[in-house]
């Protein structure tokens, strides 16, 4: 997604590795978390109609399934 890789990415990065960031689609708006429930709840109550998408900082996936390699 443009918004994070723009904006995002490279104010949360360097000191968040492995962290989730919950981002409203339609502001830019975001909140990082431990965990996608922390960041979505922390996005709500500040954006209660956000759109929200979220991606681990870091990673390519939010979350996996089965064995890791």
Known sequence: MAIYEQ????????ANQGRI???DVE????????????????LLARYPEAQIWCVRIGD???HRFGRCP
């Not at 904006?7 to 949360?12: A, E, G």
């Not at 830019?28 to 978390?33: I, T």
């Open 7 to 14: 904006q995002i990415r490279p104010q949360v990065e360097a």
């Open 21 to 23: 960031v919950a981002i």
């Open 27 to 42: 502001t830019g708006a975001f909140e990082v978390a431990e965990d996608t429930l922390t960041a979505c709840d922390r």
């Open 60 to 62: 390519r996936a939010v």
